[in-house]
């Protein structure tokens, strides 16, 4: 599962050839969740609510970028890096 992007301490990463809906996976410590791109759902796993918090800041900053990673994963490609959050 690739990473796509790194910040606080917070791991983002999207998978390989992934069942819909569009979504990445954020880690932090033993914390983990998926999250809808678009919606920025919660679809599975918790977060600390400040980290969701930042998460969410961060996606809604790069929502474009992410459904490219998405397409890219799904065709098995790797997908881009990025920016973390500043």
């Given at each position: 599962?690739?990473?796509?992007?790194?910040?606080f301490g917070i791991v983002i990463r999207i998978h390989f050839r992934e069942h819909a809906p569009p979504h990445f996976h954020a880690q932090y410590?033993?914390?983990?969740?998926?999250?809808?791109?678009?919606?920025?759902?919660?679809?599975?796993?918790?977060?600390?609510?400040?980290?969701?918090?930042?998460?969410?800041?961060?996606?809604?900053?790069?929502?474009?970028?992410?459904?490219?990673?998405?397409?890219?994963?799904?065709?098995?490609?790797?997908?881009?890096?990025?920016?973390?959050?500043?």
């Open positions: 599962m690739p990473v796509i992007s790194r910040f410590g033993d914390e983990a969740a998926s999250i809808a791109i678009g919606d920025f759902a919660v679809l599975e796993g918790r977060l600390h609510p400040r980290v969701l918090g930042l998460v969410m800041e961060w996606a809604a900053l790069h929502n474009a970028e992410l459904l490219v990673d998405w397409q890219r994963a799904l065709a098995g490609q790797q997908p881009n890096p990025i920016a973390p959050l500043d």
